[in-house]
C-alpha cells in the first residue's frame, strides 16, 4: 500500500507542481476580487463565493491548457467537464468558506482566507487530477514539456 501511495506521489509530482504555480494566479484573481467586493462592503462569505467563481473559470481553463495537457495539446474543455470541474472544487469552497467562516473574527476576513487556500489546495488538485482531466491513457499530468 504505501509503494502504491509513493509511485502515485511521484507520477502527479509534475502536475501538482503546475496545479501550484497555476494555483498562484488563481489565488491572485481570487484574492483581488475578494478585497475588491469586502471594500464594497460585501459580507465576506459571500464575497468569498463570488471571488471563487471568478478564478474557479480562469483556473479550469489554464489548467486545462498547462497543467493537464498531454500529447502537446491541452486537455480537452467542456461545459460538461467545466460542470464536473466546478462541481469538484465545491468541496474546495466549502473548506474555505468554512476557514473564513470561523476565523474571520478571531484574524480578519483578509488573513482567514489566506490560511483557507492553504487547506483548499490539495483538495482542488486531487479531485481535478481524478475527476476531471482524467485520461484513459496512463498519461502524466503536466508530462508534456511546455
Not at 2 to 29: C, D, K, S
Not at 54 to 65: F, G, I, P, T
Not at 112 to 129: D, E, P, Q, R, T
Request: hydrophobic share 55%.
Amino acid at each position: 500500500m504505501i509503494a502504491r501511495l509513493r509511485n502515485l506521489a511521484t507520477g502527479h509530482r509534475r502536475g501538482a507542481f503546475l496545479f501550484g504555480l497555476v494555483g498562484f494566479l488563481n489565488f491572485a484573481t481570487d484574492f483581488a476580487v475578494f478585497l475588491a467586493l469586502i471594500w464594497l462592503g460585501v459580507h465576506p462569505a459571500i464575497a468569498n463565493v463570488m471571488s471563487f467563481a471568478c478564478a474557479n473559470v480562469q483556473s479550469y481553463r489554464v489548467n486545462a491548457a498547462v497543467t493537464f495537457r498531454r500529447e502537446g495539446r491541452s486537455a480537452p474543455v467542456s461545459h460538461r467537464s467545466y460542470a464536473k470541474f466546478a462541481a469538484a472544487h465545491v468541496l474546495g469552497l466549502a473548506i474555505s468558506t468554512a476557514f473564513i467562516l470561523a476565523l474571520s473574527d478571531a484574524i480578519g476576513p483578509f488573513a482567514a482566507k489566506a490560511v483557507s487556500v492553504i487547506f483548499s489546495a490539495g483538495s482542488n488538485y486531487c479531485l481535478s487530477a481524478r475527476f476531471v482531466f482524467r485520461q484513459k491513457k496512463l498519461t502524466k499530468p503536466g508530462a508534456d514539456d511546455l
